[in-house]
């Protein structure tokens, strides 16, 4: 009896200490140990944006504002007040401007928005819709001749109908984008190719959820868009006007990340 279990306990030794004498043998295999991956703070495809998703804004700096800041989306309008209307002095396209400036920071951007007094300003003036370029067009110069920026975004309503600005990609439904290019001045071409870089990028992560650029000139047309102002300014159109939240949200952060990209390729460029 006390034989076996001395043959016992030295099985169990040895069982014990064989992965360690296999270490000590040349050639022999080697335990690596786990790796722990820290992930990007990033949220790519979330149709609930928080607050909270913040990170340090290292990689670059951006203007945003709203030429027509009384944009509204029918869905959102509908579950604030019951009402379906596509012009709206909260539930509008500031909002998802504000939505926007968090997921810059989460991509390393940070971003200033224009103060929304001075759109209200425009609107308690009377501004008539065709004109508002021109009213804004002051308050974003001095914005760019107080400030440096990488990219500057004019957020935008489209007012076409949700089957014309909603895409699906794995499964989750995007608000499609469109990129509005002045034609009619000198940093045309600049301005155009910066659009296009920024919505290649959007392409790669979610192919389709872009309409192109809408290149704009001659007469009956603005022409500029104060783009003239800066080659960096970008006049974006966010879905339509009936597209829900969570599919703005969706493809607010991916134009983050679109975004985020363009400022650090113009860095290192520079």
């Known amino acids: 009896m006390k034989k076996t279990l001395q043959i016992w306990g030295t099985l169990v030794?040895?069982?014990?200490?064989?992965?360690?004498l296999l270490q000590l043998i040349p050639g022999g295999p080697t335990v690596k140990s786990p790796k722990i991956l820290?992930?990007?703070?990033?949220i790519v495809y979330a149709s609930n944006i928080t607050e909270e998703e913040t990170v340090k804004a290292d990689k670059g700096k951006a203007l945003l504002y709203f030429t027509h800041s009384h944009e509204a989306y029918e869905p959102v309008t509908q579950a604030?007040?019951?009402?379906?209307?596509?012009?709206?002095?909260?539930?509008?396209?500031?909002k998802f401007g504000e939505k926007l400036k968090n997921q810059l920071s989460v991509n390393g951007v940070e971003t200033d928005i224009?103060?929304?007094d001075n759109a209200s300003e425009m609107r308690k003036n009377g501004v008539p819709h065709s004109r508002a370029y021109k009213a804004i067009r002051p308050h974003v110069e001095k914005q760019l001749q107080q400030n440096q920026y990488g990219l500057v975004i004019d957020l935008h309503r489209d007012s076409l109908e949700a089957s014309r600005t909603t895409m699906e990609h794995a499964g989750e439904k995007y608000a499609k984008v469109a990129f509005v290019v002045g034609m009619d001045h000198p940093n045309a071409e600049k301005n155009k190719a910066n659009a296009t870089f920024i919505?290649?990028?959007?392409?790669k992560l979610v192919p389709g959820i872009t309409r192109g650029l809408v290149l704009k000139g001659g007469a009956g047309v603005d022409g500029k868009y104060n783009q003239d102002l800066n080659t960096s300014v970008i006049l974006i159109e966010l879905g339509g006007r009936g597209n829900s939240e969570d599919e703005l949200n969706r493809t607010v952060a991916v134009i983050a990340q679109a975004?985020?990209?363009f400022i650090e390729n113009t860095e290192q460029a520079e």
């Open 13 to 20: 030794l040895l069982l014990f200490l064989f992965p360690v």
């Open 38 to 42: 820290k992930e990007k703070a990033v």
């Open 80 to 94: 604030v007040d019951g009402k379906v209307a596509v012009s709206h002095q909260t539930e509008n396209i500031t």
């Open 114 to 116: 224009l103060p929304i």
């Open 199 to 203: 919505k290649n990028e959007m392409e």
């Open 259 to 261: 975004a985020a990209a």
